[in-house]
């Protein structure tokens, strides 16, 4: 390892996907007979799941109440237009899941035709894996189970919002488009300051102590949000900076992070600071890649003072780690 540079780390995550694709390689060449689970067939297994996932389908959002909701809150609200756009791609996640589901139901029934998608569908479920037609409209996860769990957790967030009030800390992962969240965050700090420019304001943050359950009110200016993993390293909760990661331990949650914006006039680059990318999922592309945050370092030993160091080691936050 120490030859071609690797640190344990990276050998461990090496093993971890290595083993994931074994898997996944087992799970597709597995036989698409009818015979299933303790005697059921594959669409009787596949029946039973659409049912329990259609009971727990969250309603769909009616327009004019969530129209009349936003125009009490403020319709023109830079926060609350991301709201409302994330709600039409949430609608649209839920309709799509619905219809294939029901689909599903009356083609296993017979009485439809069994189409290449929903056959598709049928397979996907029962190898707990995403079908296409919903990994199209949302997000990647690693099972069937835990796509499901984040379209309720999401939809929980967005109902609260929206019906209830605004979050005091928000859960960025569950955002279609957390890249926006931040932008109407700045815009939202930009016009609360007469003479500042929305081109002229740079995202800032501060790491705090508090866990998610801690937060009882929103900051003065900005957001808080919480969900996020740090890939790497360890976090030192009581210092507030980096750390060696324990071993065998590849992703630690980060505490609650403060989100602001201040004005490029006024901002002092810190060098000691790591700029941290931030990542939606644990495939680190362009596509996946949110923002940078900065993180303080520890100050011994030496070497790990050096944000190079952090760098050199591929240290990184993840929004979901499955």
Not at 101 to 126: F, H, K, P, V
Not at 246 to 267: E, G, M, Q, R, T
Request: net charge positive; aromatic share 10%.
């Amino acid at each position: 390892l120490s030859i071609v540079g690797l640190i344990l780390y990276s050998y461990q995550r090496y093993q971890t996907n290595v083993a994931k694709e074994v898997l996944d390689t087992i799970s597709s060449i597995q036989p698409k007979d009818s015979s299933g689970r303790a005697g059921e067939t594959r669409e009787c297994v596949v029946n039973r799941i659409a049912m329990d996932m259609l009971e727990k389908l969250p309603a769909d959002y009616i327009p004019h109440e969530v129209k009349a909701r936003l125009q009490k809150m403020g319709a023109l609200s830079s926060m609350n237009i991301f709201l409302r756009q994330e709600l039409d791609r949430m609608q649209k996640v839920i309709s799509v899941v619905r219809s294939t589901l029901q689909d599903l139901q009356l083609a296993i029934e017979g009485t439809i035709i069994m189409s290449e998608g929903l056959r598709n569908a049928l397979d996907s479920m029962y190898d707990a894996r995403v079908p296409d037609t919903w990994k199209k409209v949302s997000w990647e996860s690693s099972t069937l189970g835990f796509w499901f769990t984040e379209l309720l957790e999401r939809n929980a967030q967005f109902n609260k919002w929206i019906f209830t009030a605004r979050p005091n800390v928000f859960w960025m992962t569950g955002f279609f488009n957390p890249q926006g969240f931040l932008t109407a965050m700045r815009q939202e700090v930009t016009r609360a300051h007469k003479g500042w420019a929305l081109d002229s304001v740079i995202l800032q943050n501060g790491v705090t102590k508090m866990s998610r359950d801690e937060v009882t009110q929103p900051p003065p200016e900005g957001v808080y949000v919480h969900g996020l993993y740090l890939d790497g390293a360890g976090w030192d909760r009581k210092g507030c900076r980096l750390m060696e990661p324990s071993p065998k331990v590849l992703s630690v949650p980060l505490p609650v992070v403060h989100l602001y914006a201040i004005n490029s006039a006024d901002y002092v680059r810190d060098t000691k600071l790591y700029t941290c990318p931030v990542y939606k999922k644990p495939r680190r592309t362009d596509l996946t890649y949110i923002t940078s945050l900065g993180l303080h370092v520890p100050a011994n030993p030496p070497h790990a003072s050096n944000p190079e160091y952090w760098i050199l080691r591929g240290v990184a936050l993840l929004c979901d780690i499955k």
